[in-house]
């Protein structure tokens, strides 16, 4: 259960795009304005996840150089997860 301050409004996302192959092109995606901040960081604890999984995957597969390179995105994915994970914990626990 999330309390809330009543008369408060609840973070909701602003505009952004993405999806430009390095800016080959224009962008081919975008995260819509107005989205619950709540509902939208469920969607990116879910992507990180996915992300950190398959990063794992691929660590298991590979040797150096690239096995390096691995481990590095594998501590940055695990750092925004678990800021993400403690945040959605926190607007969840009010």
Do not use: Q, W
Not at 58 to 83: C, F, I, Q, W, Y
């Amino acid at each position: 259960m999330t309390l809330e301050t009543p008369g408060a409004e609840r973070p909701k996302t602003a505009h952004a795009h993405f999806g430009t192959c390095h800016e080959a092109h224009p962008p081919m995606f975008s995260v819509h304005a107005g989205i619950d901040g709540e509902d939208a960081l469920v969607c990116a604890v879910a992507a990180l996840k996915a992300a950190y999984e398959t990063n794992a995957m691929a660590l298991e597969k590979v040797d150096e150089p690239l096995r390096s390179l691995l481990t590095a995105t594998e501590n940055s994915l695990e750092k925004g997860l678990a800021l993400s994970e403690a945040v959605l914990e926190g607007i969840e626990r009010g």
